[in-house]
């Protein structure tokens, strides 16, 4: 069992920047961040794998988001910068065995942390 931990959301004027850490429990081969308006579906905003050789960002957040992670701290991070009133949301990390793109790919999810941006 993988224990996904997040912190660093907030409140947030546009135009500003929040960095999400989640820090795992173990290793895992992919890992990513979902967000989750309200009245919506879970979507993946950024995914990376475990040697970093894979990236994949939603086309809602490219150039202004960045996914790392530090390999020795079993953490990943998700850099947000410039944001805009529709990035508010819940996000979550997720972790699973490949990167994929739908949420079913992910066995292990942090318990959320919420980003609210205002205009």
């Known amino acids: 069992q993988v224990q996904l931990v997040e912190s660093g959301g907030g409140l947030v004027q546009a135009g500003g920047s929040l960095r999400l850490s989640c820090a795992a429990s173990?290793?895992?081969?992919?890992m990513g961040w979902f967000r989750q308006a309200p009245g919506k579906e879970r979507e993946l905003v950024a995914a990376?794998?475990?040697?970093?050789?894979?990236?994949h960002y939603a086309d809602s957040v490219k150039g202004r988001f960045t996914i790392s992670k530090d390999n020795a701290k079993n953490t990943v991070y998700l850099q947000m910068n410039s944001l805009k009133p529709e990035d508010t949301a819940v996000y979550y990390c997720?972790?699973?065995?490949?990167?994929?793109?739908?949420?079913?790919?992910?066995?292990?999810w942090g318990q959320g942390t919420q980003v609210t941006v205002s205009s």
């Open positions: 173990g290793r895992n081969n992919a």
């Open positions: 990376i794998t475990w040697s970093g050789s894979r990236l």
């Open positions: 997720a972790a699973g065995p490949l990167l994929t793109l739908g949420v079913r790919g992910y066995h292990y």
